[in-house]
């Protein structure tokens, strides 16, 4: 069972506009929370995280928001760019665990120019 | 650095042979994470090392599948016997270390594996 969800497998935008990447988890334990970027023939890279403590974190053209009572979170991407187009995973973890992140299926994010 | 090395980028294989991927992570790194993607599960985690030491193999999906860590600076993750269903690309991953501000993985640029 996935506790990690990404529900839309693919989203596509235009230059200029807003991306919005959805993520929804059910383990309850989970407090720490990642989104992960990934072009093709090469691994993910860290993007942007944020913690339980926090509902939202910004850095540059990404921001992370967190809905804990909803179990959900989103990445936006504003203004968004061609070189944007990646595949995104969501990732959560248990910070008194063995912080082992667990991923989402990713959503492929395509932005047109 | 040069982040984490896998070795080899493509494997081509028949079914039943032996197949081993190598893993090289990043000096320092205290944890290492093998991982499978596949278009129906996504990134799903097989095993997880913490200082060398095989934490969590749940994920391991049979006995055809082992993994070893044998000193801080290398990984293997072996399929023996191979079979087509195993195609997918194989990532090594790590991170430095058990606290909330490093939890980021660094990934390698996996190996993608291919059993006719």
């Known amino acids: 069972d996935q506790q990690v969800k990404q529900n839309s497998p693919s989203l596509s935008v235009q230059e200029g506009r807003i991306s919005i990447l959805n993520c929804d988890y059910t383990?309850?334990?989970?407090?720490?929370f990642l989104w992960y970027k990934k072009y093709p023939a090469e691994g993910p890279t860290f993007l942007i995280s944020?913690?339980?403590?926090?509902d939202k974190n910004e850095d540059g053209r990404f921001t992370v928001f967190l809905n804990k009572s909803a179990k959900h979170l989103s990445l936006h991407i504003v203004p968004s760019q061609p070189g944007d187009s990646a595949v995104y995973f969501c990732?959560?973890?248990?910070?008194?665990?063995?912080?082992?992140?667990?991923f989402g299926r990713g959503t492929s994010l395509i932005v047109h120019p | 650095d040069a982040g984490v090395i896998q070795s080899p980028r493509h494997e081509v294989t028949e079914m039943g042979q032996e197949v081993t991927l190598r893993c090289k992570p990043i000096?320092?790194?205290?944890?290492l994470f093998w991982y499978r993607q596949t278009m129906m599960r996504g990134l799903e985690l097989l095993i997880y090392?913490?200082?060398?030491?095989?934490?969590?193999d749940s994920g391991m999906p049979e006995d055809r599948f082992s993994a070893k860590m044998p000193n801080a600076s290398f990984s293997t993750l072996k399929i023996q016997p191979s079979e087509p269903r195993d195609s997918a690309v194989y990532f090594c991953?790590?991170?430095?270390?058990?606290?909330?501000?490093?939890?980021?993985?660094?990934f390698g640029q996996g190996t993608r594996l291919t059993v006719v």
């Open positions: 991953a790590s991170s430095p270390g058990r606290s909330i501000q490093n939890t980021e993985a660094f």
């Open positions: 383990n309850s334990m989970f407090d720490y």
């Open positions: 944020i913690s339980s403590i926090k």
């Open positions: 990732a959560a973890s248990v910070s008194g665990g063995s912080y082992i992140p667990t």
């Open positions: 000096s320092g790194h205290n944890s």
């Open positions: 090392f913490n200082n060398n030491v095989p934490i969590d």
